[in-house]
């Protein structure tokens, strides 16, 4: 077996074991190549050197790659890589029909038919391309997350008719499912097929397959030689005419079986139909070749051939004895005929006592029309009375949930027994759950019987949870059991990663906030590291997760700081101004909005001037330049003349903008 981790064909790298078989074992696997989940079947290793199921599996998988249908697993790939034969499939996640019928028994009738049909069709879109599947069984058909079924091992399972029934691990769990024909060593054909999903169809309805044993042999053999057990023994409910489908699938001889998968599914269909609900019991018409025959005891006188022969004569004591025996009976005759006569007498005083009615049970009348619940209660020596109504999930409509009193009880013939029918399943009006908080709906809903999903999606004004829409409409009457709804559910605001700030200018900073959404603060701060007019940091850092409206906040450099104020170039003398005025530092306001600049000038002692100018690369509203530049001397009062951009000129805005957010990206 190989070990999850190798890689074939230096594409499918195997992850997890699926399943092993008879033949072949599963795995999980990835396609390197298309980043895909898929099944990958390898042939067994003492199988490798075997070129006959080599040949097999090679030539049963093409075959099957013709087969297209929604209820087939696909085959994607064939090949082989350093002596090991693999199949490459359709990767199913879900369960295998064995599991959903252990987990979800009992399963309703309809969704019995619907898993079904589904698996019958795609039997018949096999047929027709002249493949036989040969190894039908619930463990050969999965089940999806969305409950859609989907058949596997097309055609693989012909090597398997080379082995012998003495591997019981290969075969045992595929004997329960085997024809009579097949048992007896015939070749299997689209009827042992048929017979198959009878067989099926038999513990979908019943929870169980309808022969045991200790070997695979044995059970083998039940399946030509004892009657099919009645799924109706099992459960009283199951319509006649959808016992009638296993067992018309079922019949010894496979003449008398469905001619087809469509024939059979077509059969199905309408076996909850009213129409049927009188329906006799299938029986087949020919006589099983195996059957064991109980003759009936002939007498003497039957047996004889030609002229009685003459009877010898009797000894004289015979003679003498049956006189005797007749004169015994003549004198105790008074006392028999006295004895006959009390007997009768007692009966007649404890009917006159009871009224003539004796004591019958109840008949089980779960599932019954009331036409059968009728003729039950009248072959049980009852009468139907009172008939009520109620809401069941489970039982079809106008078919009996319960009697009162319940099954098995004693009563007195002639007595009246309620039946509750069905209304079918209650209806649950939709509401409007827009608005309403996700989990709090799904957890009711569920309680109801709902399935309930979502999708989720980015909202800029709806909270995170909150639902924004569903698929079912406000008022519509649905089944909560048979009802799936969507939910789209808000997972709140988009957000993005910040991008790291530091090093640029505010301008490049400024232009990619304002195409993420975002809002920048700005303070200044000396700094001998960074070159003025540069960002030293940001908060939030990059990386950071933001959503749009969010405020980041940017340390901006002044460059290194002066000495003195004196040895500022642009500083005022102390012969130009009054020697107490005390000295400024001019801010630096380029890259900032007109607003906050004509702020942080004021906020500094110093007397705004702007003006404004158009420009192709600074967005409208942001400081161009400034005279006298950041970080020059200034007093208290002085003019500081700011150029504001009032973005492109008229006949160039389109392209300029264009040509701008793409420089800046």
Same mark, same amino acid.
């Given at each position: 077996?190989?070990?999850?981790?190798?890689?074939?064909?230096?594409?499918?790298?195997?992850?997890?074991?699926?399943?092993?078989?008879?033949?072949?074992?599963?795995?999980?696997?990835?396609?390197?190549?298309?980043?895909?989940?898929?099944?990958?079947?390898?042939?067994?290793?003492?199988?490798?050197?075997?070129?006959?199921?080599?040949?097999?599996?090679?030539?049963?998988?093409?075959?099957?790659?013709?087969?297209?249908?929604?209820?087939?697993?696909?085959?994607?790939?064939?090949?082989?890589?350093?002596?090991?034969?693999?199949?490459?499939?359709?990767?199913?996640?879900?369960?295998?029909?064995?599991?959903?019928?252990?987990?979800?028994?009992?399963?309703?009738?309809?969704?019995?038919?619907?898993?079904?049909?589904?698996?019958?069709?795609?039997?018949?879109?096999?047929?027709?391309?002249?493949?036989?599947?040969?190894?039908?069984?619930?463990?050969?058909?999965?089940?999806?997350?969305?409950?859609?079924?989907?058949?596997?091992?097309?055609?693989?399972?012909?090597?398997?008719?080379?082995?012998?029934?003495?591997?019981?691990?290969?075969?045992?769990?595929?004997?329960?499912?085997?024809?009579?024909?097949?048992?007896?060593?015939?070749?299997?054909?689209? /009827?042992?097929?048929?017979?198959?999903?009878?067989?099926?169809?038999?513990?979908?309805?019943?929870?169980?397959?309808?022969?045991?044993?200790?070997?695979?042999?044995?059970?083998?053999?039940?399946?030509? /030689?004892?009657?099919?057990?009645?799924?109706?023994?099992?459960?009283?409910?199951?319509?006649?005419?959808?016992?009638?489908?296993?067992?018309?699938?079922?019949?010894?001889?496979?003449?008398?079986?469905?001619?087809?998968?469509?024939?059979?599914?077509?059969?199905?269909?309408?076996?909850?139909?009213?129409?049927?609900?009188?329906?006799?019991?299938?029986?087949?018409?020919?006589?099983?070749?195996?059957?064991?025959?109980?003759?009936?005891?002939?007498?003497? %006188?039957?047996?004889?051939?030609?002229?009685?022969?003459?009877?010898?004569?009797?000894?004289?004591?015979?003679?003498?004895?049956?006189?005797?025996?007749?004169?015994?009976?003549?004198?105790?005759?008074?006392?028999?005929?006295?004895?006959?006569? %009390?007997?009768?007498?007692?009966?007649?005083?404890?009917?006159?006592?009871?009224?003539?009615?004796?004591?019958?049970?109840?008949?089980?009348?779960?599932?019954?029309?009331?036409?059968?619940?009728?003729?039950?209660?009248?072959?049980?020596?009852?009468?139907?009375?009172?008939?009520?109504?109620?809401?069941?999930?489970?039982?079809?409509?106008?078919?009996?949930?319960?009697?009162?009193?319940?099954?098995?009880?004693?009563?007195?013939?002639?007595?009246?027994?309620?039946?509750?029918?069905?209304?079918?399943?209650?209806?649950?009006?939709?509401?409007?759950?827009?608005?309403?908080?996700?989990?709090?709906?799904?957890?009711?809903?569920?309680?109801?019987?709902?399935?309930?999903?979502?999708?989720?999606?980015?909202?800029?004004?709806?909270?995170?949870?909150?639902?924004?829409?569903?698929?079912?409409?406000?008022?519509?009457?649905?089944?909560?059991?048979?009802?799936?709804?969507?939910?789209?559910?808000?997972?709140?605001?988009?957000?993005?990663?910040?991008?790291?700030?530091?090093?640029?200018?505010?301008?490049?900073? /400024?232009?990619?906030?304002?195409?993420?959404?975002?809002?920048?603060?700005?303070?200044?701060?000396?700094?001998?590291?960074?070159?003025?007019?540069?960002?030293?940091?940001?908060?939030?850092?990059?990386?950071?997760?933001?959503?749009?409206?969010?405020?980041?906040?940017?340390?901006?450099?002044?460059?290194? &700081?002066?000495?003195?104020?004196?040895? &500022?170039?642009?500083?005022?003398?102390?012969?130009?101004?009054?020697?107490?005025?005390?000295?400024?530092?001019?801010?630096?306001?380029?890259?900032?909005? /007109?607003?906050?600049?004509?702020?942080?000038?004021?906020?500094?002692?110093?007397?705004?001037?702007?003006?404004?100018?158009?420009?192709?690369?600074?967005?409208?509203?942001?400081?161009?330049?400034?005279?006298?530049?950041?970080?020059?001397?200034?007093?208290?009062?002085?003019?500081?003349?700011?150029?504001?951009?009032?973005?492109?000129?008229?006949?160039?805005?389109?392209?300029?903008?264009?040509?701008?957010?793409?420089?800046?990206?």
């Amino acid at each position: 077996m190989i070990e999850p981790g190798y890689t074939l064909n230096e594409r499918y790298q195997l992850k997890q074991t699926l399943g092993e078989g008879g033949m072949a074992n599963v795995y999980l696997a990835r396609d390197l190549i298309l980043d895909r989940d898929v099944a990958v079947k390898v042939l067994r290793l003492d199988l490798q050197n075997d070129p006959d199921a080599a040949r097999r599996f090679q030539r049963e998988a093409m075959a099957t790659s013709e087969l297209v249908h929604p209820n087939i697993v696909s085959i994607y790939d064939v090949g082989e890589s350093h002596g090991q034969q693999y199949l490459v499939m359709e990767y199913v996640p879900g369960s295998d029909l064995k599991k959903y019928i252990v987990e979800h028994f009992p399963i309703p009738y309809q969704r019995v038919i619907e898993i079904m049909g589904q698996i019958l069709s795609a039997v018949q879109v096999a047929h027709d391309h002249h493949i036989i599947h040969r190894d039908l069984k619930p463990q050969n058909i999965l089940i999806d997350h969305d409950g859609n079924a989907k058949i596997s091992d097309f055609g693989i399972a012909v090597a398997l008719s080379d082995n012998s029934m003495t591997q019981t691990n290969s075969l045992l769990g595929s004997v329960h499912y085997l024809s009579p024909e097949q048992a007896r060593g015939g070749m299997p054909t689209r /009827q042992s097929d048929i017979y198959a999903l009878g067989i099926i169809l038999f513990e979908m309805l019943t929870g169980t397959v309808p022969f045991e044993g200790d070997s695979a042999v044995s059970i083998a053999l039940k399946h030509f /030689q004892e009657a099919m057990p009645s799924v109706r023994d099992f459960d009283p409910r199951i319509p006649q005419a959808l016992e009638n489908v296993v067992l018309k699938a079922t019949t010894k001889d496979p003449a008398e079986r469905y001619t087809s998968a469509d024939a059979m599914n077509s059969d199905l269909k309408t076996a909850l139909s009213a129409k049927r609900a009188h329906e006799p019991k299938f029986a087949p018409t020919g006589d099983d070749l195996d059957e064991t025959k109980v003759l009936p005891t002939l007498s003497a %006188a039957a047996t004889q051939v030609g002229p009685e022969p003459a009877k010898p004569a009797q000894p004289a004591a015979a003679t003498v004895k049956k006189p005797q025996r007749w004169a015994g009976l003549k004198k105790r005759w008074p006392f028999i005929a006295a004895a006959v006569a %009390a007997g009768l007498v007692v009966i007649a005083l404890v009917l006159a006592f009871s009224g003539g009615k004796g004591d019958v049970k109840i008949p089980d009348l779960r599932g019954m029309s009331t036409d059968q619940a009728t003729t039950a209660l009248k072959n049980a020596d009852l009468k139907l009375g009172k008939v009520s109504k109620d809401y069941s999930a489970s039982v079809a409509k106008n078919r009996v949930i319960r009697s009162a009193p319940v099954r098995e009880t004693s009563v007195k013939s002639g007595s009246q027994v309620a039946v509750t029918l069905s209304r079918g399943p209650k209806r649950f009006t939709m509401a409007d759950y827009t608005g309403e908080s996700y989990s709090d709906v799904a957890k009711d809903l569920r309680k109801k019987g709902f399935t309930v999903r979502s999708v989720k999606t980015a909202s800029e004004t709806v909270a995170k949870g909150e639902i924004l829409k569903q698929d079912i409409a406000k008022g519509k009457k649905v089944v909560p059991m048979d009802t799936t709804v969507i939910f789209t559910v808000s997972s709140g605001t988009s957000t993005f990663s910040l991008q790291n700030l530091v090093g640029t200018s505010l301008i490049w900073a /400024q232009t990619y906030a304002n195409e993420v959404g975002l809002t920048i603060t700005v303070t200044d701060a000396y700094s001998s590291s960074v070159a003025n007019g540069e960002i030293i940091s940001q908060n939030p850092a990059a990386g950071a997760q933001m959503s749009r409206g969010d405020t980041v906040t940017v340390v901006l450099s002044k460059g290194p &700081q002066p000495q003195s104020s004196s040895s &500022q170039p642009d500083a005022v003398s102390a012969s130009d101004k009054d020697s107490s005025t005390p000295a400024l530092t001019v801010p630096n306001v380029v890259g900032q909005t /007109q607003a906050a600049a004509a702020s942080a000038l004021s906020a500094a002692g110093l007397t705004p001037q702007v003006v404004t100018e158009e420009s192709q690369s600074v967005p409208a509203g942001t400081v161009i330049s400034q005279t006298p530049s950041g970080s020059s001397g200034a007093t208290k009062g002085d003019a500081i003349t700011i150029v504001v951009s009032s973005g492109p000129s008229a006949s160039s805005s389109s392209s300029t903008s264009s040509s701008s957010a793409s420089s800046n990206h």
